[in-house]
T-cell receptor, first 110, second 114 residues
Framework: GQNIDQPTEMTATEGAIVQINCTYQTSGFNGLFWYQQHAGEAPTFLSYNVLDGLEEKGRFSSFLSRSKGYSYLLLKELQMKDSASYLC???????????WGLGTSLGVNP | ETGVTQTPRHLVMGMTNKKSLKCEQH?????MYWYKQSAKKPLELMFVYSLEERVENNSVPSRFSPECPNSSHLFLHLHTLQPEDSALYLCASSQDGQPNYGYTFGSGTRLTVV
């Protein structure tokens, strides 16, 4: 079957580093997306990992291990505006399907 | 205008009304999507259009009727909805074969059925 597992909620302090983990089971896996969604707004694209390893993009980095069905999003130098939901979404390219979970709600405290 | 634009932002309709949601993308993408987002539930894919042809219909009730007149525009026609259809409806677009650029979402239409 298809399944995504992320923590429901996390909290961290401004300026800190936080790692949001995601494990998944899916068929036809091509890659994995991370999206950020502020309350009441559209999801916005953060990263897309195809190969194993870490990809860094400014304060955000994303890691993928295809063999373990595991990914994480690393947020450095947290800012208050980073308070949002973070959605891990495996992608099956043959049918254009993203598999969505409930995401992780991150709260950043001053 | 840039990105993906959805109108209206908010919509309240009665169960006997007919209304339409509109989506327009200015990114030159060739695939467009309708998603439903309800509280405490994952994003649900409703319809996929690729090159203006519907390629996916995820067992959506017939009271939702999509229309894609060209690669830049997507509509969702609504009629005789139920209160449980109240949700955030998101439109997205992408370029087939280039997932590394991601899916671009519109700001959504917050629909309330009374």
């Amino acid at each position: 079957g298809q399944n995504i597992d992320q923590p429901t909620e996390m909290t961290a302090t401004e300026g800190a580093i936080v790692q949001i983990n995601c494990t998944y089971q899916t068929s036809g896996f091509n890659g994995l997306f991370w999206y950020q969604q502020h309350a009441g707004e559209a999801p916005t694209f953060l990263s897309y990992n195809v190969l194993d390893g870490l990809e860094e993009k400014g304060r955000f980095s994303s890691f993928l291990s295809r063999s373990k069905g595991y990914s994480y999003l690393l947020l450095k130098e947290l800012q208050m505006k980073d308070s949002a939901s973070y959605l891990c979404a495996p992608y099956a390219g043959n049918n254009r399907k993203l598999i969505w979970g409930l995401g992780t709600s991150l709260g950043v405290n001053p | 205008e840039t990105g993906v634009t959805q109108t209206p932002r908010h919509l309240v309709m009665g169960m006997t009304n007919k209304k339409s949601l509109k989506c327009e993308q200015h990114l030159g993408h060739n695939a467009m999507y309708w998603y439903k987002q309800s509280a405490k539930k994952p994003l649900e894919l409703m319809f996929v259009y690729s090159l203006e042809e519907r390629v996916e219909n995820n067992s959506v009730p017939s009271r939702f009727s999509p229309e894609c007149p060209n690669s830049s525009h997507l509509f969702l026609h609504l009629h005789t909805l139920q209160p449980e259809d109240s949700a955030l409806y998101l439109c997205a677009s992408s370029q087939d074969g280039q997932p590394n650029y991601g899916y671009t979402f519109g700001s959504g239409t917050r629909l309330t059925v009374v």
